[in-house]
Structures are given as C-alpha cells and as structure tokens.
C-alpha cells in the first residue's frame, strides 16, 4: 500500500459541527457540550481496510463494513475516532460515570475554585420509588403531594449545607475542607474525552434501562443528539447489534435447538440437567434466576418455555 | 460492614500449587509455564459482596453469584485475580499475543542477549492450506509428501538466516542489529501477567477457531490446563456464557418472534425491510453476509430460515 | 533459559502476611486493610533479569539491580507485583483516589446498600485555614474555640442530611435517589487492586505535601506501614530517587554548569536569556515562577541564584 | 463557569494541515505520515483552566501555564490532544514501538494480505558494532569494505526467504503459516494514534540515545518534523523540561548541598555512608554504577567529586 501523493484534509461531520459549542440541557441544571472531535464514519473503514491491506481505495460498502465489524465486536478500528466533550453533572452521577477509566478527564477543582452554587433540585413529580424486586433501582413515582415534602426537606438540606459552606469559606477555612459537607448532587464541571469504541461501551451500560436515570438522561442526550449525527453508520449498527441485541447462553441455545427439532421433552432434559428444575415440594420449582431469564428471554420470541407448558 | 477480627492469609487453591513452575509444551519447542497467581473463585465472590454491603459473610450460593456476574457482564470483580506466566513463543504468535494491552510484560531482550538458537519448525504434515472463504483463515493440511518439500526449504532458510546471524555476532555487529534477518518465527520468552477479566477476554478471542492456530494451542494451554484448575467455577461460567454463547442481533431476534408467534410473512418481512432479500436476477437473492450469518444461527437451531422455506 | 525442574512456591513476604486482614485506622472513621498481594522484591528482580536472558539464577546484588531500575524509570518489573486492599474512605477524598484510572475496584453500592451511618467529622482543632500562597492548599489550624463553632456547625448539617436520608428511605424513596443530598465526606468501603509500579506513582502524587491532608494520611499508610514491609529494597530506592530527588530543568542546570565553572556572569546571562530577568522598574525582578523555583532548588543546595548575590 | 453562547469551530493548526498526508521518509523504505489530529497548544490551556474554574476567559500567559503544567507533571491537559499517523516499520522496530500500550492501532494483516515486497536492507557503511560498556547498545560502525560482505549476505537472506515465502503462498500455504520464516526486518505499516500525553512519553524513550537506532529514526521525525509543529509550545516546554532536564536523586543532592555549604567532608561522607566507597585494595574504590553515574552529573555541572579531588 502507498500513500497517496494528494494532499488530505481533516476528515469532518457538516452536522456535527452545527453543534460545537452547544449546551445540550440535561436534568435541572447540567448540560453535554460538545467541544471537539476527530474522525467519522469513513475513519473507521479507512483503519479496518488497512488491516486488509486495502489502504483507502473507495467501495461502496462502508455500511456493511462498519455494521460487519460491529457485530463480529472488532473494536479495534472504533478507536480511531475521538470526541471531547464539556459536561456539568451532579456529583453523585459524575462518581459513576468517572468509574469508566478509558476516558481523559479535567474537572473543575474545588480546592481551588468555590464551588458552584447549584445542586440538583428534585420536584415533587420526580422522587423515585424503591424498587421491590430489584434491590439496586427505582419503579415508579410518588404522588406529587407526597414529593412535596421530599422537595421541601430536601430543599431546607441544600440551603443549610450551602449557609454553612459559604460560612466557612467566608471565615477562611480551607477551600478543600469546606466543600465536605457539601450535598453529594452539588454539580461539578468537567472536560471529558474518550475514543469511539470506549464510548459505546459506556453507552450501552449507561443508556441501559438498569442504570440510575440521571446518568441514563445524559448517556441518552450523548447517544441520540451526538453520536447518531458523527457517525450514522455506526449508530444504526450499535442499535442492531448492541442495544437490540439478546445473547443466549449455550443453555438457552441447546434450549432452542431441541425446540426447532421438535422435541419438548429434550428441552426438559437439557433444563434439568442445569439444576433449573428442582421441586419446591409444592409442586413447583425452586425459584432459579437463570431459569427465569431463559422464560424472559422466550417469552420474548412467542415462545413458552417447555416446562412451563402443561 | 466491619473488618472481620481474625487474622487472615492469602486466598490459594491448592490443585493449581501443583502446578506452578511446571512448563506445560505448546508447539515443537514453546511453553507455558505458571509462576505466580493471586486470589480464587472466592475472591471474585467477595469483592462482588462489597459491592452489595454484604461484606464477607458465608452463603452457599457462590457457585449461582459467579455466574450471574459473568452472564450479565459484571467484570469488575473477576480483575480481583491475578496470574503471572513465563511463556515461550514465536515470535510470530508473540506479535498477535503482545496485541492485548492490558497486560505486563517483560521479555527477553534480544538487544541485550544472544538469541535463542532455536525458530518454529513445522513438520511434513502440519503445512496448511489458505481457506478459500476465509481471506485470513486456513482449512485443511497438505499431504505429507508436498508438506516435506515445504519442511526442507523451511529448514534451509532457517539453518542460513541463523549461520548469517552468528557469524555477525562472532565478528561483532551489534546485537539488536545482527538479529533483523532471522525468522519471524523464531523463539522469544517472557513473564506474562494478566487480571482474570482481561485473561477470559483474551481466551475468548485466541481459542476461537478463527484465531490462528499457533496462538489458540497456547490459548487453549492455558484456559484448559491452568485457569479450570485455578478459578473452576468462572471457568464453567466462562464455557457456558461466552465460548457457548450465541449473540442474536435485533432483526434475528425480531424474525425469530414473528416465528414463534408462527408468522412466516412477517418473519420474511423483517428480513426484506433489513435489505437481505434483494433478488439476483436469477429467482434467487444476492449475497448478504448478514443473512447467511442468520441463516446458520437458525440452523443450528434446526429451524429453516423462512425465506428459504418454500 | 530453560526453567527449572523443580516445583516451586509462591513468593511470599512473611513480614506482611502478619498484616493480612488488619485494619490500620486512618482518620476518625476510616481504614486500610490488606487482603492479598502477589510478588516480593524477588519478583521484581526476576522479570529484570527475564529481559537480560539471565533467567532465575541467583546472585547477590538484587538490591543494586532494583535500585538501577528504578533509578532509571524501568517501570516494567514493578508491574509484576501487585496488591489488593479493602479500604473505608470519606467519598471526598475518595473521588481524588478514584482518578488513578490504573487500579481495579469493587466500591459498596450506595443504589443497593443503605449508606453507612458515617459522615467524617472535624474536630475543633481540625479546621485548615486557606493557604494565602497556594490557591489549592491549606495552612495552619484556626484555634480550637473558632474551630469548636466549626464543628458545631458541621454535626448540624451532617445530623440534618441523615435525618432526611433516613426518612426518605424510610417511606420508600428509592436508595439511589434518597443518598443525593448527604454529605461529601460520607464513609465508602471498597476493594482496591493496584500494581507496585501504579501504586508508587499513586504514593508519590498523594504523599505529597501538596496533597489534602485527608487522601495523604490514607497514602501515607499504605507506604510507611504496608508497602515499606511488602517490598522493603523497592521502598528505600524509591524513598532515594522519587520522593528526594531533585529535577533539574536544562536551564537549571546551565545555570549551575555555569557556576560550577566559575562564571557567575554567564549564569545570569543563561537567566537573562530565559526571560527570567525582566525589571519591573522598581530596581527589581517581575515576579516569574520559573525563577523563584530555581532560586528554591539552589538555596536547597546552599546556593545564592546569581542575580540575588550583589 | 457558563458555556459561551458563540458557535465554535474545532481547534487547528494551519501549519500542521500542511502535512497531512505526507510521507515523511525513514530508514530506506519506511515513512511517517500524519493522517489526523485533534486540539492545539491551546486546548491544553483551555483543559487547564477548567481545573482552575477559569473556563475559557483568554490571558496572555498560555505558554506560562503551558510551561508550568509540564514542569510539574500535570499531565492530564495534555492528554486532550490526539494525533493519528500511518507509519511504515520494520518489524523489528515495530516490536518496541507497540509495547507501548496507551496507543490505537491498526496494522496490515499479514494472515490476510500478501506481505509487502520489502525487508529494511542495511548499506555497507551502516553496520554498527556491538558496545563493549552497554550490553544492549552500540557504539561506532564498521568500515565499508566489512560492512560490504555483512550487506551481501544479508541480501542472499533476504532473497532466500523470499523466494521460499512465494512459492509457499503460490502453492497455496496458508498465508499465515508462510509468513512465518520471514525476516523480521519485513516492513509492515499501521494506523497509530495517541494522545499527545502518551506521545511524549513515546517521545522521551525513543528519541533517547540508548534507544535503538531505528526506532529512534522514527521517533526523532515524529518529535522533531509534527510534533513541534503541532504544539509549539508544549514542544519547547518538553525540550526543556523532559529532554534537558536532570534528575538529581536525595543521596546526589545531599552531596550537592556539602559542596554548596562549603564542606568537602561532607559530602564525602554522604557518599561513604551509601555505600559508594568500598575499597578495592589497591588504593583506589570498588566500581559502583550509582557512583559513577553522580561524578557523571557532577562533571556535567563542572564539578569534580570530591572523593576523586585528591
């Protein structure tokens, strides 16, 4: 492969640019912003060819390239392209986000600087219940009456800690001390920059329906008004095969297999065989989280799982 | 959760102590060889009970929490293990190897020392043929009697790249330029070390029989004769959720629901509104890499593809 | 380098193993605790000599080796030991610790888990005062009785925040939703795995006099208790060359090469040339950072900077 | 800090958009070419000043701030600067480049392609000779008429393996097993990007003079021909901060204070009590390599060590 003799230019998105600079809101006060990017969809097939040996001679096929990497999780091209953005959340969504450790990051210090008067205010139609089976998230909503006093009691918290952080700065505590009794959704501001393929690894946890829903709001306002306008291609091909996806185990596919051949009683075996069917002695089954799944995951294709089926 | 008072050692296992030092044989004069390891089945299970506040309190269900951490993807907890290898290999196959980031590493430097008197031989039977439907595979083996022509002109290449080398380190040209003309193939060793979570993803692409069969001999090496041994439990899990796995995209899941709700016109309908039914002029379908990839998922499943159904 | 036949055993540090499941108390409330570490000293020295083609044999002079390494920033070797620790941390401090994106980490849930009972707390004679000089730092105690309203205060808003977390809770609201108006400086536990070579650079940032006193004291532990134990040659080399070392930029050392030939005129000309001495009109300097941080280094040797010494 | 309203263009420098993709030529066959970049000297300062709350209110002083970050080791602002270059190597080079693990890459796949037509040859006057004091560098070169025969067998090598690389993919060898008794001066080429952070480390090991001299062929065109044009100022911070600087370590610094202080004594006493002055029995000391390296550095300021000033 030689390089060409022309002289290249960066490669660019028209419609991306549209949006440099731009606040995108998110929650009360926060905000995505996109600051700077580098590459696009033609960066990715443009690496992967090299790998082939292909250098940049054109094809029309980008789309299938692109979607076939994707799907067969060769990641590596996906790194070629990077995105820097400025983003303004509340702390307590920020700890979670900061866990992804493949970003660059620069956020706004409050050793140094005085923090920013804002933590994110809950409404009355907003306060989430505990969710009865799942120990880790919400369902569902108070009544607005109810989270009115959730918003009030939450409101006289913010202003009591903000009095006595401004107090303390005021008298010359320390910066760096002070900020302690801050609330946990006291907002923070941030440069935040990562590579495509780390992205969409972020995206499909973040923007999954299991994640808190303040960090789901932004991964959304990422996914939907950023990535699907800098890379076309690679966004429907995410949809499809990440987000839409559903992975069955080799349980679950021995499961299907005995089905299309027919034969119910040997996906009994096969269920029976994992130690999903043991008696409760009243004439049920031990519950059995993997079994469950399985039931979900048919109960999604219209098919009724073969021991429920009696 | 408070720190238990106990005094408490390391976390072992001792059917993999057995093994440390040993050099398990890969290829005609490669190794793996374990040398260190950190924590066990039972490490993965306490840093996930962190997570949960459930601190190291004893339950029975290990077995059921590993598996649900590795079939949902919780990978944190499996870094909580270690390993550390000395490995002889190619350096042809140490280049795919060295791929993988995540790792530490430190070889043998051949700047600093005399290469080792020794390249890859390939014996009369083991020369493969290129895959003809796969650019970068291989399928099949030559019969002995081409193969041995191939071994000869092999060796020849070998026995002059090497009298070239020596005799330029015996008359003094530096090493780290003497060595450019030997073989890629030849032997170079190094420490290896590796988390768990990194470890499985790199088995889960090096055991794949797409992977080039130098490396899957050292990758199946190690995931069957070392880490069933030393974390038995994530291993099953390993087996089960990720080689056994079967990821179904949004439009084969779709297609298999119009099935199960025992529509065929809907199922064909979703595979024409993806664009796989674009007619050959000839009563048949252009190709479509992506329906022939569902075609054979649904075999496997022994369902007939609808749109082949007739 | 062949490996050896004999079996071996895994390098172990009987001075740590006694620290195993200790809690070495930091702050009011907090702790380190070590649960597991892999390697020794040895480990580094025989990844060193791994490179060299000098496989495992022994010699006497693995304290001149590791002293090399690290005197020369041959990081690599230190990778090959690492160390696992449960640690209890206000969440502030916490989210300094957390940027360290090298280490693995299982943090307790604060969506699945009621929050610990635990705000750090600052007693009277605890309270920092804002540096004057240095925008991110503290310096010196306001007096106790000052200190005393401080403390007074902050058990206010702290009691505050836990009585509202707790109602929240209480009547239903979701944990993950209710923790977000608690104080910054809340308890949080967590696994924490890191390399020896992460680890150092983690010590050197964070042992730092420059640090927050709250992340240097947790710093300070790991070092002075538990790594001065694991690894006690890498812990005096890296005492010797990176917490004392001194780095000198290449104007520095021009200006020093300079006096060192006698020539103070030359000195000051290297200054000059630097922009260093730019009159401010008044028969001085304009303030410049770079100089004063020379005059700094050279006064640390008993030097007078040229252009002061008239 | 609010996000300015004016619409943004992303950051350039028109004197680096002159190099896109050009060729710059290394080694007899190989090149660097820059394909893509992201940020500028300024988008360091801009990262900067989020930490310090400035947002992107403009000052004078960038090449200060610019200065100030890298003398210090604050390096996470330069981490928002990304460049992506498709370079032609060696393999042998290749091999040291990509153990740097911070970088995205995509090389040509020789399971799938043809492998190039080219191996590095080496001319008759560019044999270097093995260093007798660094067992890993050289040091000089071979005269013509020798260098002459070591290029002449090096080309039957080469041919040989070539020849025998043809007639194996001709016959159909697979071409991932073919390959394999290639030379491992074979060119290969790869997409590399990294970010500007990670590219001076790169930078500071490979442009170093113990670094080989390929590599540093490679690294010196990237240093010396993009990357000054890049960022100008970060390049002249790196040259004066990375480049020229000098580590003294505690024990150095210890004796540079005697010496400061006027007492020769002293500073011999420092260095007896490390251990540097063992006598050898015959008047003179036992060789110490940290000794030596300090009279190194002494001498380099213009001062003789006092244990040798007798």
Known sequence: MKPEAEKLSRPSVPELDALLGQALPVLDDGFVRLVDYMGNDQSIVQAARVSYGDGTKKVSQDRGLIRYLLRHRHTTPFEMCEIKLHVRVPMDAWRQWIRHRTASVNEVSSRYSIVSDSAQTTGPGQWRMQSSDNKQGSSGFFDEETGAAFTASERDVQAMARKVYEEKVELGVAREQARKDLPLCTYTEAYWKINLHNLLHFLALRMDPHAQKEIRDFATTIGERIV???VPLTWEAFLDYRMGATSLTRIEGEILAALGAG?????????????WLVADGQGGWKRNREREECEGKLAGFHITAPWLDR
Do not use: K, L, M
């Open 228 to 230: 699907s306008r800098w």
């Open 263 to 275: 034969s119910t009683a040997d996906a009994v075996a096969v269920a029976e065989q994992a130690g």
